[in-house]
């Protein structure tokens, strides 16, 4: 009898544990969820500067109220910018041997995202409870170019679609068996690249050719647009807006020219973007009063250009004219929207050090710095101008690296760079359709082969849609 009651209640004990179990499912506070999302670590691929970093604290805020409602112990959330012990970090896999140590016993997934990376903590789960946490595993949603770039050092010429890299902004997962390996790998045989300059692509490489780990596992789940209802991650692709833009008055634009490219580039830019700006210059080897140019006094070099964008800096930051905060520095073969540059431009504080665009980097597995390349457009606020140039930091050479200079001068200031993906060193059809598909761009740099004056109005030029997203977007934040 005693038996008969005991086996009773445990059958009764079990079927109010499955309903329970049923209903927390149903409300997406199943005990297997909870278990599960302390074996993920978030790590936001954030920067320091005040408007990115408050960002990033938003979507790390977002993450512990969604695990909190889940009911159980939080999840570790990691801020790139504050494990920056060097100027590398951004990179990621400098931090591999660190990610090992840490969390290598007692995770199963490092979850990586960025800023604007909306997340689905259970779908998230649901999608990486697929896949075995015992293997290496390298997931994302995947890109890859139609044809071999410049960008890309022109890798796998023959067929480029074959190789597939990670849209960062939709999110990006390592397994903890892959981040054990790469660690290891890492400690036998230190990073040697050069340059950084597409970091999805370069990790992705890495991974599979030094790493001698896996390709690329899409992952549908994994997106970039909120059009599907499996999704577990999702992307802001709004061009950012704090306030009112910043107006017109309150930029200078200074173009580098020489005399050699007065009649065919010129003239694109007057056709396209010059209008949309209030206080532009031409500098160049050449004054020519039709255009005109400036001359700066510093002969032409066939590359680098160090001494002319000196000097720029110098002029601008003795002239005459008003206080203007902000400075872009442009090619005359670079395109750029003005426009959009003003609404970008306002969240932003001038009176802090701000060197902006698309960011590269030199020798960051061994120390080195990040700059930001030249040719998607360099921008500066007076402030950042002013320490830069009370440094006495100079160029060794009239025909030295600008942009690599210069980022070597603002890392020894202890000023980092801030990074936009809105910038382009290239040419539209150097990226991925699928990268360019969830951005509003600000720039594109290069004629080559290209129909500039088309390039402008198809991806740059003001259109109606740029209010109508203004709008929209204001609301989305919202959510945070």
């Known amino acids: 009898m005693v038996l008969a009651i005991s086996v009773a209640a445990e059958d009764a004990k079990e079927q109010i544990e499955l309903l329970v ?16 999302l302390q074996e993920v670590v978030f790590v936001i691929q954030s920067q320091s500067n005040s408007f990115h970093s408050k960002r990033a604290e938003d979507l790390e805020r977002n993450i512990l109220k969604q695990a909190e409602e889940l009911g159980k112990e939080l999840p570790r959330v990691l801020l790139i910018h504050q494990m920056d012990r060097h100027d590398g970090a951004w990179t990621i896999l400098p931090l591999m ?41 390298f997931l994302g949603k995947a890109l890859y170019d139609e044809e071999s770039t410049i960008i890309h050092h022109y890798a796998f010429a023959e ?39 597409d970091l999805k692509h370069e990790i992705a490489l890495y991974i599979w050719q030094k790493g001698n780990g896996p390709h690329l596992t899409p992952v549908p789940e994994f997106c970039t647009d909120d059009l599907n209802s499996h999704c577990a991650t999702t992307f802001n692709n709004f061009l950012p807006v704090c306030g009112d833009p910043v107006k017109k008055e309150d930029i200078f634009v200074a173009i580098k020219t020489c005399q050699k490219f007065h009649r065919d580039r010129i003239p694109i830019v007057k056709q396209t973007w010059e209008s949309e700006a209030a206080l532009v210059e031409y500098y160049s080897d050449y004054a020519e009063t039709s255009i005109p140019t400036i001359d700066l ?99 060794y050479s009239n025909d030295a690296p600008d942009d690599m200079v210069l980022g070597m001068c603002f890392s020894g200031l202890g000023i980092p760079i801030t990074h936009s993906p809105l910038f382009h060193q290239a040419r539209p059809m150097d990226y991925p359709k699928g990268y360019l598909a969830h951005q509003i761009p600000i720039s ?37």
Request: proline share 5%.
């Open 444 to 480: 594109f740099h290069k004629h080559w082969n290209i129909d500039p004056v088309k390039v402008y109005f198809t991806w740059l030029a003001p259109k109606m849609e740029d209010s109508f997203t203004e709008k929209k977007q204001r609301h989305i934040r919202e959510d945070l």
């Open 159 to 197: 067929n480029p679609s074959v190789f597939k890299f990670p849209d960062f902004a939709a999110g990006w997962a390592l397994s903890i068996p892959l981040v054990n390996k790469l660690a290891n790998k890492l400690k036998s045989e230190p990073l040697k690249s050069d340059f950084t300059i």
């Open 21 to 36: 179990s049923q209903e927390s499912e149903k409300s997406g506070k199943s005990s297997k969820i909870n278990i599960e």
């Open 297 to 395: 006094g510093v002969p032409n070099t066939e590359r680098g250009h160090c001494g002319k964008t000196f000097a720029i800096l110098e002029r601008f930051l003795n002239s005459n004219a008003s206080k203007t905060p902000w400075l872009v520095i442009v090619d005359d073969d670079t395109l750029i929207s003005v426009y959009r540059l003003r609404k970008l431009l306002s969240c932003y504080d001038p009176n802090e050090p701000v060197f902006l665009g698309e960011r590269y980097g030199y020798g960051l597995g061994t120390g080195g710095y990040s700059y930001i390349t030249g040719g998607g457009g360099m921008v500066f606020s007076r402030e950042a101008i002013q320490k830069l140039l009370a440094s006495k930091c100079q160029c």
């Open 97 to 137: 041997p660190d990610f090992s140590a840490s969390y290598g016993r007692n995770s199963s997934w490092i979850f990586f995202c960025e800023e604007d990376t909306r997340i689905q903590i259970v779908k998230l789960l649901e999608t990486l409870r697929r896949f075995d946490k015992s293997k290496e595993w």
